[in-house]
């Protein structure tokens, strides 16, 4: 009686002796919900507690849970017993964050990046559609079925398992940022950057994946490249260097030194101004030459111009 007068503000001697469809408070459709559990009551049925809507005081929905029972006096039916509980703000709650979670599920899902949501046991809960992308695993095939570790490369798995079970110890120890590999479902190797953050209030990980296999394959040939020009240098005995117009600063490498028969140890930098060049390296008598021949290569505009 008490949540009742809460509920409609209204005293004690409006209330007691009212019909609980003429009060004011119920929805159309509540009132036909309480008048079928009554009417189950009455041919005996057991009814559970169950949820419905009422109107507060300002005209706002609010809900409550109600529990009702059959009072009885010498087996016969005197009345009957309702206990309610406001539960508007559970309800609210709840509402809020089933909103919450599809916001951050519809983000998640359309993020550009492949992402996946992981268990303290490493076993995938959730992949977003790039993930299956990158991974070639459909939802079905991966989520509550596949762990952290079935989808990295043999030799990298020791180390991302040692990650995986030290962010559970000392999370500041883990290392939120790493390369590894994955290996795809049809056995393709992806070189991958991966930043994993543990999402708060639970012991569940989040992790994104950079698929660099262009990028690591690129450096690759680059560096094959420059050892190859490097070696050829040296066959050739070709000097390397150049000069920062700006800062009026050469860089030499050690190939040029030795061209003057000394080294970068020697010399003890790869470094130094025009001045210091000339003074070095440029017999006198030929120092207008060089002079005019760097001042050729900085006024054109030919970029295989070779003087």
């Given at each position: 009686m008490k949540l009742l007068k809460k509920i409609t503000g209204l005293p004690y001697r409006d209330l007691i002796g009212k019909h609980f469809k003429n009060i004011g408070i119920l929805p159309e459709d509540d009132k036909l919900l309480h008048q079928k559990k009554l009417s189950e009551l009455f041919r005996g049925i057991d009814v559970k507690p169950y949820e419905s809507k009422f109107y507060d005081i300002t005209g706002e929905i609010s809900y409550i849970d109600t529990d009702i029972k059959l009072l009885k006096k010498e087996g016969e039916i005197v009345a009957f017993q309702i206990i309610s509980h406001d539960i508007t703000e559970r309800k609210k709650n709840g509402e809020a964050i089933i909103k919450s979670e599809s916001y951050y599920r519809t983000i998640f899902e359309n993020t550009s990046t492949a992402t996946l949501i992981l268990g303290h046991d490493a076993i995938i809960s959730l992949v977003n559609t790039e993930f299956e992308k990158l991974s070639g695993y459909s939802k079905e095939e991966i989520e509550n079925k596949k762990s952290w570790m079935d989808i990295v490369t043999e030799g990298e798995k020791e180390r991302v398992r040692s990650y995986h079970e030290l962010r559970s110890m000392r999370p500041d120890k883990s290392p939120?940022?790493?390369?590894?590999?994955?290996?795809?479902?049809?056995?393709?190797?992806?070189?991958?950057?991966?930043?994993?953050?543990?999402?708060p209030y639970s012991t569940n990980r989040l992790i994104s994946f950079l698929d660099i296999t262009r990028k690591k394959k690129y450096d690759i040939e680059l560096q094959e490249s420059k050892t190859k020009i490097d070696i050829a240098m040296d066959v050739a005995q070709l000097a390397y260097w150049e000069y920062d117009v700006k800062v009026d600063r050469y860089t030499f490498d050690d190939q040029f030194y030795g061209l003057y028969g000394t080294d970068v140890i020697k010399e003890g930098k790869t470094q130094m101004s025009s001045v210091e060049y000339a003074e070095k390296f440029i017999p006198p008598e030929e120092s207008s030459i060089v002079g005019t021949e760097i001042l050729k290569a900085l006024e054109t505009n030919d970029p295989n111009y070779f003087g």
């Open positions: 939120n940022n790493y390369e590894t590999q994955l290996v795809n479902k049809n056995g393709y190797i992806r070189d991958i950057y991966v930043t994993i953050a543990l999402i």
